[in-house]
């Protein structure tokens, strides 16, 4: 059973900071990539980041400059550096990861979500 645990999140306000962490554990042979979604109310979810092992990253051009997602494959944890924030970053982060279970296929996981919310 794999599992994503996210932590991080909270009230900032208007140009501050907030750094995410995600967690995977279980029987974990591998993961390919860490992702981050935001859902705000009545908005679809978006993807904001993404990193793979290599460390490659890849941005929506909404937080492009201000967010940095990297990861600690060794910790199996990823991390989302959110920084100059606005009110419209506003909204439940989700972290997703591609993962190869031990003795199972590559598959898609997701954790259980966490709130940003950033004030003017």
């Known amino acids: 059973q794999v599992q994503l645990v996210e932590s991080g999140g909270g009230l900032v306000q208007a140009g501050g900071s907030l750094r995410l962490s995600c967690v995977a554990s279980g029987s ?3 993961i390919r990539v860490m992702a981050w979604y935001r859902q705000a109310p009545g908005k679809q ?7 793979t092992s ?18 600690d494959n060794a910790r199996n ?5 959110m920084n100059s924030l606005k009110p419209e970053d506003t909204a439940v982060y989700y972290c997703n990861a591609q993962i190869f279970a031990r003795g199972s296929t590559l598959s898609d996981y997701w954790g ?9």
């Open 28 to 30: 974990i042979f591998s």
């Open 45 to 51: 979810r978006e993807l904001v980041a993404s990193v």
């Open 54 to 71: 290599y460390g490659v990253t890849n941005y929506s051009d909404s937080v492009k400059g201000r967010f940095t997602a990297s990861r």
């Open 77 to 81: 944890t990823g991390y989302l550096q």
């Open 112 to 120: 259980q979500g966490t709130q940003v919310t950033v004030s003017s």
